[in-house]
């Protein structure tokens, strides 16, 4: 299998032949290609801190910086342990894309600690928060790289890395971190935005291909922030989710769940194993399959047991290039991670705005705003895949690679 580096190269190469007829001068297209194959800055820190029994500890911490034409660089901040340089490269590529896929001025980035969050306590936690925020320092801040909460961090941890921030450079700066609790500037909103854009961008595929919103299954991979809201606000929208997963198992009913009280069964038991394995989850006879866990969940091996009709990645990279293809040929069509989970970062960039003006939107101002730009996206990628006969992967590679490349030739980097 691919590394997700190698596989997030391999979607960029597969555009280039569609781009070669949008640029007279191929030479310049050719080496913009081969600058988005490199991150702009990488940086590494082995983070100490004292554990609550008195022993020291150190996880390794990164900060990809891929590229910054289009804005400020962006990206959230993941703690994992199997988090790796290479899944920075490919995580902080893909928030390139998917900054220009909905056309908000931002570059991308992502940053990450090696580490098992469930295995510390909230004050260890609490240390490697600041920890990290002390190394990213000198290299972050509203107009040059703004981090944001992405696997197993959250507003607590934002808070904590802000304040730490602030406290080195002298001077409150909220738009230097979004997804921040309310209190301390975060947006309206912010919370469940991943899983409200993921809802639009379905209800517009449904509309485009003339399907009816009731008829139609829904099986979810993942139950972290955004599984849990992209379930409930779907059902909230009047599709059914039959079944829904964590990291042990999940629950299936064909009649339908009510996510809240999924919620409750969560919190009791700690897990969601209850009667199907993921694996089960991923073939089930749904209309669609909404992977939002990890990446790689669909590979080769399991990509020809799916049944689903459509697969709205609400992870990112959850689908390797191999799985894909398999998929096409079955007739499966997949709307990409950068178009079908970038409310969340949309909803950041609102965040932004509203702390670099020091003026604040309600609720209804957020989700008004966010819907168009969702929807818009979702509608030039459907016109590239009619004109250019291309997947939507393809498509939305196609209007947004296009995006980078053309800001990185007005500043003359080619
Ligand atoms: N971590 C989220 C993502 O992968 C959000 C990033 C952001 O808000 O900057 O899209």
Same mark, same amino acid.
């Given at each position: 299998?691919?590394s997700a580096?190698?596989?997030?190269?391999?979607q960029l190469d597969q555009?280039?032949l569609?781009l070669e007829?949008e640029?007279?001068?191929?030479?310049?297209?050719?080496?913009?290609?081969g600058?988005?194959?490199?991150?702009?800055?990488f940086?590494?820190?082995? /983070?100490?801190?004292?554990?609550?029994d008195?022993?020291?500890?150190s996880?390794?911490?990164f900060?990809?910086q891929y590229?910054?034409?289009?804005?400020?660089?962006?990206?959230g901040?993941?703690?994992?342990?199997?988090v790796s340089?290479d899944?920075m490269?490919a995580?902080?590529?893909?928030?390139?894309?998917k900054c220009?896929?909905?056309?908000?001025p931002y570059g991308?980035?992502?940053?990450g600690?090696?580490?098992?969050?469930?295995a510390?306590?909230?004050?260890? /936690?609490?240390?490697?928060?600041n920890?990290?925020a002390?190394f990213?320092?000198? =290299?972050v801040g509203p107009?040059?790289d703004v981090?944001?909460?992405?696997?197993?961090t959250?507003g607590?941890?934002?808070a904590?890395?802000?304040?730490?921030y602030?406290? *080195?450079?002298g001077?409150h700066?909220p738009a230097a971190f979004?997804?921040?609790?309310i209190a /301390?500037g975060g947006?309206?909103?912010r919370?469940?935005?991943?899983?409200l854009?993921g809802?639009?961008v379905?209800e517009?595929y449904?509309k485009?291909?003339k399907l009816?919103v009731k008829s139609l299954t829904i099986?979810?991979?993942?139950?972290g922030?955004?599984?849990?809201w992209f379930?409930?606000l779907?059902?909230?929208?009047?599709f059914r989710?039959?079944?829904?997963?964590?990291?042990s198992?999940?629950?299936?009913?064909?009649?339908?769940?009510d996510?809240?009280e999924i919620a409750?069964?969560?919190?009791k038991?700690g897990?969601l194993?209850i009667?199907?394995?993921?694996?089960?989850?991923l073939?089930?006879?749904v209309d669609?399959?909404v992977p939002?866990?990890?990446?790689?969940?669909?590979?080769k091996?399991?990509a020809?047991?799916i049944?689903?009709?459509?697969v709205?990645e609400?992870?990112n990279?959850?689908?390797?290039p191999e799985?894909?293809?398999i998929?096409?040929?079955?007739?499966?069509?997949v709307?990409p991670d950068?178009?079908?989970?970038?409310g969340g970062?949309?909803?950041?960039?609102?965040?932004w705005?509203?702390?670099?003006h020091?003026y604040?939107?309600?609720?209804?101002?957020?989700d008004?705003?966010l *819907?168009?730009i969702?929807?818009s996206?979702f509608n030039d990628?459907q016109?590239?895949?009619?004109d250019k006969?291309?997947?939507?992967?393809?498509?939305?590679? =196609?209007?947004?690679v296009?995006r980078?490349i053309?800001?990185?030739?007005l500043?003359?980097r080619v």
């Amino acid at each position: 299998m691919l590394s997700a580096f190698d596989s997030a190269k391999k979607q960029l190469d597969q555009v280039v032949l569609l781009l070669e007829g949008e640029y007279q001068d191929r030479e310049k297209l050719h080496k913009a290609i081969g600058l988005l194959k490199k991150p702009q800055n990488f940086y590494r820190k082995a /983070l100490k801190i004292k554990l609550d029994d008195g022993k020291n500890a150190s996880f390794p911490a990164f900060r990809c910086q891929y590229n910054n034409a289009r804005g400020p660089f962006k990206g959230g901040i993941r703690f994992h342990p199997n988090v790796s340089e290479d899944e920075m490269k490919a995580l902080a590529f893909w928030m390139t894309v998917k900054c220009a896929v909905v056309g908000i001025p931002y570059g991308g980035s992502k940053g990450g600690v090696i580490v098992d969050p469930s295995a510390l306590s909230s004050a260890e /936690l609490k240390r490697l928060a600041n920890k990290y925020a002390e190394f990213i320092t000198p =290299f972050v801040g509203p107009w040059i790289d703004v981090p944001a909460p992405d696997v197993n961090t959250n507003g607590q941890i934002m808070a904590w890395m802000l304040e730490t921030y602030e406290k *080195k450079i002298g001077t409150h700066a909220p738009a230097a971190f979004t997804g921040k609790p309310i209190a /301390l500037g975060g947006s309206q909103g912010r919370e469940e935005a991943t899983g409200l854009g993921g809802v639009f961008v379905l209800e517009e595929y449904v509309k485009s291909k003339k399907l009816k919103v009731k008829s139609l299954t829904i099986a979810v991979q993942g139950f972290g922030n955004v599984g849990y809201w992209f379930a409930k606000l779907a059902g909230e929208a009047g599709f059914r989710v039959a079944a829904i997963s964590d990291s042990s198992g999940g629950i299936y009913d064909k009649k339908g769940l009510d996510i809240d009280e999924i919620a409750k069964i969560k919190e009791k038991k700690g897990s969601l194993r209850i009667n199907i394995t993921n694996e089960e989850l991923l073939g089930l006879d749904v209309d669609v399959l909404v992977p939002a866990a990890l990446e790689n969940a669909i590979q080769k091996p399991n990509a020809k047991n799916i049944k689903a009709k459509l697969v709205l990645e609400m992870a990112n990279g959850p689908t390797t290039p191999e799985a894909e293809e398999i998929l096409f040929k079955a007739g499966i069509d997949v709307i990409p991670d950068v178009l079908a989970n970038a409310g969340g970062v949309t909803v950041s960039y609102f965040e932004w705005v509203q702390n670099l003006h020091g003026y604040y939107w309600t609720k209804e101002e957020v989700d008004k705003k966010l *819907k168009p730009i969702m929807t818009s996206a979702f509608n030039d990628i459907q016109q590239a895949v009619e004109d250019k006969k291309a997947p939507y992967r393809k498509a939305a590679y =196609f209007l947004a690679v296009k995006r980078i490349i053309d800001a990185m030739i007005l500043r003359g980097r080619v």
